[in-house]
């Protein structure tokens, strides 16, 4: 079986950095994806890591570590936009199968 | 690449009913997989196809059904319809082994069922 978890809900300021944490139980998996999530839309891509380190994407970077369960996703110069739900998902090993966190919530405010 | 698109947006069903949602892939996404998503929950994984069969399934009952169709359109289909049912459904399409892109969503359909 697998186990993820995300932070419910997080704030943070607008300009700032916030970093997501997700943990996660799984026998294997292939990578590690993080969606972002806008209320009443759907889910749209932001990164995939497979190898363990940083992935970097703009203002946005991914970090996965095999050996202790653990990504996180980092957002910077925080933009009011980024108000949003953001979702860790874990593609099992086969790529036949992918599991979703419940999201956290995050609200920046100005 | 016209994304992907799903119908209808809304729809409401009576409990016991059966109910066909469909999806059309991204161009040239030969793999479909469908979520259940409920208020403020993460999407729960459904089943995956690629290339018409079934290559992958999450923990939900037979009365979930899917098809793909040569044209890599998608249904899924719900029988004998529950009150717990009643989520956002989305369909999701990627390039077989090209997981690195991610998927692409649809905006989903709203499934009431009362």
């Known amino acids: 079986g697998q186990n993820i978890d995300q932070p419910t809900e997080m704030t943070a300021t607008e300009g700032a950095i916030v970093q997501i944490n997700c943990t996660y139980q799984t026998s294997g998996f292939n990578g590690l994806f993080w969606y972002q999530q806008h209320a009443g839309e759907a889910p749209t891509f932001l990164s995939y890591n497979v190898l363990d380190g940083l992935e970097e994407k703009g203002r946005f970077s991914s970090f996965l570590s095999r050996s202790k369960g653990y990504s996180y996703l980092l957002l910077k110069e925080l933009q009011m936009k980024d108000s949003a739900s953001y979702l860790c998902?874990?593609?099992?090993?086969?790529?036949?199968?992918?599991?979703f966190g419940a999201g956290t919530r995050l609200f920046v405010k100005a | 690449e016209t994304g992907v698109t799903q119908s209808p947006t809304h729809l409401i069903k009576t409990r016991g009913q059966q109910v066909t949602l469909r999806c059309s892939s991204q161009s040239g996404h030969n793999t479909v997989s469908w979520y259940q998503q409920a208020l403020g929950q993460g999407p729960q994984f459904i089943f995956q196809y690629y290339r018409e069969e079934e290559n992958g399934r999450g923990n939900f009952p037979p009365r979930f059904s899917g098809l793909q169709f040569p044209n890599y359109s998608s249904e899924l289909n719900v029988n004998a319809l529950e009150l717990d049912d009643s989520a956002l459904y989305l369909c999701?399409?990627?390039?077989?082994?090209?997981?690195?892109?991610?998927?692409?969503f649809g905006s989903g359909t709203r499934l009431t069922v009362v």
């Open positions: 999701a399409s990627s390039f077989g082994d090209r997981e690195a892109y991610g998927y692409t």
């Open positions: 998902a874990l593609i099992h090993t086969g790529g036949f199968k992918t599991i």
